[in-house]
Nanobody, 124 residues
Framework: QVQLVESGGGLVQAGGSLRLSCAAS????????MGWFRQAPGKEREFVAT????????TYADSVKGRFTISRDNTKNTMYLQMNNLKPEDTAVYYC?????????????????WGQGTQVTVSS
């Protein structure tokens, strides 16, 4: 079992940057594929990015490709989301998720473990 805690959210102007972190407790962090999802008010949760356990493969939603970078440090049991050139439409609660022995799915239904979320607000 793994517990996830996100941090790094906040208020930023359009064009700015933020780096989210997701700290995981428990053992064998490298056995978990990890993902970032987000949910804006009145909208369904949507996929943002995912990374395999080794960090060797990443996948991005088209809406963030070229602006966001997902990474992980397995020695620190932490995953990151570097968000550059933020836009008002990126405003949402961002969640990290973990999938044991996963391949890096874009579907939130495949992730068993979730963090509590961190708010990202981008002003225009």
């Amino acid at each position: 079992q793994v517990q996830l805690v996100e941090s790094g959210g906040g208020l930023v102007q359009a064009g700015g940057s933020l780096r989210l972190s997701c700290a995981a407790s428990g053992r064998s962090f490298s056995m978990y594929a990890m993902g970032w999802f987000r949910q804006a008010p009145g909208k369904e949760r949507e996929f943002v990015a995912t990374i395999t356990g080794s960090g060797g493969s990443t996948t991005y939603a088209d809406s963030v490709k070229g602006r966001f970078t997902i990474s992980r440090d397995n020695t620190k049991n932490t995953m990151y989301l570097q968000m550059n050139n933020l836009k008002p439409e990126d405003t949402a609660v961002y969640y990290c998720a973990a999938e044991l022995l996963g391949r890096g799915s874009t579907s939130d239904r495949t992730y068993r473990y979730w963090g509590q979320g961190t708010q990202v607000t981008v002003s225009s």
